[in-house]
Nanobody, 121 residues
Framework: QVQLVESGGGLVQAGGSLRLSCTAS????????MGWYRRAPGKQRELVAT???????NYADSMKGRFTISRDNARRTVYLQMNSLKPEDTAVYYC???????????????WGQGTQVTVSS
């Protein structure tokens, strides 16, 4: 079974920083573009940032300059460094990636369970 597990969320004051991690586990042949998404209370899920297997990144406009996405392919892990956090960044953050399972060769679109980030003013 392929899973993505996030960690690193928590409560932080405005202007502070947090680093989220997301690690893939299971019988994995390959992992495609990994991404972070978030869902704030009462809002739809939105893209935060993505990173390809070769390190090309893409950010939502409101995160540019404050958030940095990176990945460690050997550890099957994607990171999200969040700086200068604002109360409007409060949301559940989800990790996502297309994963090819090594046994079946099937391509799964996998989501993590989410990690809560709360930014106080």
């Amino acid at each position: 079974q392929v899973q993505l597990v996030e960690s690193g969320g928590g409560l932080v004051q405005a202007g502070g920083s947090l680093r989220l991690s997301c690690t893939a586990s299971g019988s994995i042949y390959s992992i495609g573009t990994m991404g972070w998404y978030r869902r704030a209370p009462g809002k739809q899920r939105e893209l935060v940032a993505t990173v390809t297997s070769v390190g090309s990144t893409n950010y939502a406009d409101s995160m540019k300059g404050r958030f940095t996405i990176s990945r460690d392919n050997a550890r099957r892990t994607v990171y999200l460094q969040m700086n200068s956090l604002k109360p409007e960044d409060t949301a559940v953050y989800y990790c996502n990636a297309p994963v090819v399972a090594s046994r079946s060769g099937i391509d799964y679109d996998v989501w993590g369970q989410g990690t809560q980030v709360t930014v106080s003013s």
